[in-house]
């Protein structure tokens, strides 16, 4: 409806995954933030992500979780910044 906010994703290069199996291999997690709109002048601004393991670390693995990585899912870690919108 139109008085959603408009969504950016925090993630300026969508991951190829975010959970990796070793059947299974899929971007399942994201991180969102509402943009700056007519309801609402303040939003966020994605700047930037911090680095995904690549395919081929985890393939050293065999796949996720292993001794290195913890969890099934990557931890998503995205900077916004802060905006008004412009009038």
């Known amino acids: 409806p139109s008085c959603f906010p408009t969504l950016v994703s925090g993630c300026l290069n969508l991951p190829s995954f975010t959970n990796y199996a070793t059947d299974f291999i899929e971007t399942l997690d994201y991180v969102f933030a509402s943009e700056p709109s007519v309801q609402e002048p303040f939003g966020f601004r994605p700047k930037g992500e911090a680095p995904m393991p690549s395919e081929e670390l985890v393939k050293q693995y065999v796949a996720m ?12 870690v995205c900077d916004f910044e802060w905006v008004k919108k412009e009038q």
């Open 65 to 76: 979780p292993n001794k290195a990585m913890p969890s099934d899912h990557v931890a998503l």
